[in-house]
């Protein structure tokens, strides 16, 4: 018995050196008596990955069809998606951004007695800055016609005999924003600002045509052309404008400048610049901020509002194939989570086998949530890129514009993942709730 | 107070609520010490089955207490037990339980991946278990290629890898060969000569007649053969 005592000590001592070392460390801090191990030395994530990849990659004829109903929904869903996306933009297209952005208020007029057309509005000199406030409104710019048939508009003040009498560019007057409203560039030189505006500076820009008819195409020597006898300092020259095409033909001055020096009295149009969609709101309320009095005195020029009728089409269509790809896609998750659901059958005895060797119910679960996560990121992955192929595929054949914001496809991927995430659930769980011993002791 | 035994159930009951309830393991009593070699011997249905689960962690007695290495395992909760189990338990299964597709490598090093054996470690000691089975030319093999044998000395390495105190075999040779399976038995002495705490249990006379220690278990009830 002594003898016995004697060698269960020294066994003690033996054992108090191994286990009982990190033991110890715990027994202070927590009831457990568990050993202590490092979080990243057991079935850490990288394990995770590392085994359900393994796991994925076990049968690859079978992933591929386990893959195959998760890409078709997948792909459906980003073709409809893209096709959406792509044609709208074709229908912006047909309404090209000048058409479908801008607007022209004039006065209205009426016929009097002797049948001369007769303004019964007067644009207000601040109309830019009225309309600017609107909501749907980019920019706007006033322009006048200036009445100087009676001056020539040369380079030089010469009077040559033998030349041949041209025909003078017209003088028009726009406010410093008109340019940009309308989508003018400038060539060279620059626009005019609201300085030369207020000051009635002598400067001038010229339209590219009218630049080129008196044979100016540089300004940084400060060319000077001549209204009449009055020298001008052209700053510019301009080019690009599209909705205003006759502004190329033209000397234009400020309208400060038109008023000190040819009397000006009104404006003859205001050009707005407006976001997509907003005629209609614009065409209302723009003369209501010109003049709220007499708003029926002005005449507005605005886009139409694009069909609702087509709308409603698209709107049909896209609902069809949503539905179309969601089914599918239930289609592939319920494919992935047979499969899932069967590989657990016949992996009863790798499951034991990992819960003999110290996996809990949770390492089992994560591990096939994450086989079927991985399955359903591959189809999501495959669908999506099959998608925005078939997507650019059919616009190039149909000469459309392939538009698909990224985003889509980068969610369609993930939705990919949600689906494979939802279709392992029920197969996990089942796996974390196998018995080991039976599992190991069953055969396979 | 006396040193811990690896192994040591008092009164240990397992009931299956019936109807009628079955009684599996009745008042069991073993204490199994350090470095000894136990072989647990009975007729199929006399609760080895049981047994093995118990002994594993793998189940919890109805009553009664197991201290495995002189902690109470009651106390512990699922995933302590799970690793307590990793890191303290290996075990060997008649079936081999290799998995199919992973090299003979792959399948030791997992049993590294849920007994917190640090990683830097894990495949120097994966290779030093395999020497130690002497199938350290087999490596890369997939266990489809192998004989049963060497499947088997694969399984007592994957056991063996992450230093357990207790290693517990389930009808070792039950697989194998006469001559295979006496290699197999042969590398069981090996180790117990190592200082491993070994028990194994069979329904086989002959694999039991080998261990240095024996019990017998019948109907649920253990007793001591000498």
């Known amino acids: ?444 | 107070m006396i040193a811990a035994p690896v192994v040591e159930l008092v009164n240990v009951t397992r009931s299956f609520p019936g109807p009628p309830e079955v009684q599996a393991l009745k008042s069991v009593n073993l204490r199994v010490e350090r470095g000894d070699y136990l072989s647990i011997v009975g007729p199929s249905g006399s609760g080895k089955s049981t047994m093995l689960n118990l002994l594993g962690l793998l189940d919890r007695p109805s009553v009664g207490e197991y201290h495995l290495d002189g902690r109470d395992t009651s106390l512990l909760d699922e995933k302590q037990r799970a690793i307590v189990r990793g890191g303290t338990i290996g075990f060997v299964f008649q079936a081999f339980h290799l998995l199919p597709h992973r090299t003979v490598l792959d399948n030791v090093l997992l049993a590294t991946l849920y007994s917190g054996v640090p990683r830097a470690e894990r495949e120097d000691r994966a290779r030093a278990a395999l020497d130690r089975v002497k199938l350290n030319h087999r490596l890369d093999f997939l266990p489809g290629t192998l004989s049963g044998g060497e499947r088997q000395r694969v399984a007592v390495a994957r056991a063996v890898v992450a230093s357990p105190e207790l290693l517990l075999a389930d009808e070792p040779t039950g697989n194998l060969d006469e001559a295979t399976g006496g290699e197999v038995m042969d590398l069981f002495e090996e180790l117990h000569a190592d200082g491993l705490t070994l028990i194994v249990i069979t329904h086989d006379q002959a694999v039991s007649d080998r261990a240095e220690r024996r019990v017998r278990i019948t109907d649920g009830r253990l007793s001591e053969l000498s």
């Open chain 1, 1 to 444: 018995m002594k003898v016995f005592a004697k060698r269960m000590l020294r066994r003690r001592s033996r054992a108090a050196a191994v286990p009982g070392a990190e033991l110890a460390a715990s027994a202070e801090l927590t009831p457990s008596i568990v050993p202590v191990i490092r979080r990243a030395d057991r079935f850490s994530v990288q394990d995770l990955m590392v085994e359900a990849s393994y796991g994925v990659g076990a049968r690859p004829s079978r992933l591929v069809m386990t893959t195959l109903g998760t890409v078709l929904g997948i792909a459906s869903l980003v073709v409809t998606i893209g096709f959406a996306q792509t044609a709208a933009g074709q229908i912006s297209n047909q309404f090209d951004a000048v058409s479908a952005t801008q607007v022209m208020i004039e006065p209205a007029s009426t016929r009097n007695s002797s049948g001369n057309e007769q303004a019964t509005g007067r644009l207000p000199w601040d109309a830019p800055e009225r309309v600017n406030r609107l909501a749907g409104v980019e920019r706007a710019g006033l322009v006048a016609e200036v009445d100087a048939e009676d001056q020539l508009v040369t380079s030089v003040p010469v009077n040559d005999p033998s030349a041949a009498q041209t025909l003078s560019p017209a003088v028009i007057a726009t406010s410093p924003g008109l340019l940009a409203a309308v989508r003018g560039q400038v060539v060279t030189g620059r626009y005019f600002d609201v300085g030369h505006d207020e000051r009635a500076d002598r400067v001038v820009v010229l339209g590219a045509r009218a630049a080129e008819g008196l044979g100016i195409n540089r300004v940084d020597s400060q060319p000077s052309i001549f209204i009449g006898e009055v020298p001008y300092t052209v700053i510019g020259i301009i080019d690009g404008v599209e909705r205003r095409a006759n502004l190329l033909d033209a000397v234009i001055v400020p309208l400060g400048t038109a008023r000190a020096d040819f009397g000006l009295t009104a404006p003859t149009e205001l050009h707005v610049q407006i976001d997509v969609g907003a005629g209609t709101l614009v065409a209302r309320q723009a003369p209501i901020a010109l003049d709220p009095n007499a708003p029926e005195n002005f005449t507005v020029q605005a886009p139409a509002a694009a069909s609702s009728l087509q709308d409603n089409i698209q709107a049909d269509i896209n609902i069809v194939f949503l539905t179309l790809g969601i089914l599918a896609l239930l289609a592939g998750g319920l494919g992935i989570a047979n499969v899932t659901l069967l590989s657990v059958m016949e992996r009863v005895g790798e499951i034991g086998l990992r819960r003999a060797l110290g996996a809990t119910k949770r390492d089992i679960a994560r591990q096939f949530i994450v086989e079927s996560a991985v399955i359903g990121l591959l189809g999501g992955l495959i669908g999506s890129a099959l998608g925005v192929f078939a997507v650019v595929v059919v616009s190039l054949l149909q000469g459309w514009t392939p538009i698909l914001d990224p985003f889509v496809a980068i969610g369609a991927a993930l939705l990919g993942t949600v689906v494979g995430l939802a279709a392992g659930a029920y197969p996990a769980v089942r796996a974390s709730n196998i018995e080991p011993i039976t599992a190991l002791r069953g055969g396979t």
